[in-house]
């Protein structure tokens, strides 16, 4: 493959729309991932997410990087105990074993490229301990009680 077209917001040819992960599995709140590419020579994978108006997604850490490229809608992420307003284009890096979440905004859908190692690690959720703390910090409690 050398060209794979967009064929609407968001989707593709010949690339499946999924769950973006099994009911009950996690939290989280109407999100769909696609993998658009990957590549056993580079060692990734490119996947695009997409997170309906109001949505979001898990909260969860990894022992590998993310680089996530937003290309349309708007919200917020919080990475570490940092929280940033996101939009079309910008830039979001993920370090290594980094709590974080992704909330689509009220009225807009938010949809995102990651860049991702082809082999990784299964994502780690937050014990009670690790919610707590995160919750230490007022900024973080309101943006994680959405």
């Not at 599995?25 to 696609?34: G, I, P």
């Amino acid at each position: 493959m050398t060209v794979r077209r967009q064929t609407g917001e968001g989707t593709w040819e010949d690339v499946k729309v999924l769950r973006y992960k099994a009911e009950g599995s996690a939290l989280f709140k109407d999100v769909t991932r696609q993998l658009l590419f990957g590549s056993a020579a580079l060692g990734c994978e490119l996947r695009y997410f997409e997170v309906q108006a109001g949505g979001f997604s898990t909260l969860e850490r990894h022992e590998h990087v993310h680089a996530v490229m937003v290309l349309r809608g708007r919200g917020r992420c919080l990475v570490g105990t940092q929280i940033f307003d996101v939009a079309a284009h910008d830039l979001v890096e993920v370090p290594p074993l980094t709590w974080h979440q992704f909330r689509a905004a009220a009225e807009a859908p938010l949809g995102f490229l990651c860049m991702v190692n082809a082999q990784r690690d299964r994502p780690q959720l937050p014990g009670e301990e690790d919610l707590a703390a995160l919750r230490r910090d007022p900024r973080v409690a309101a943006f994680l009680a959405g």
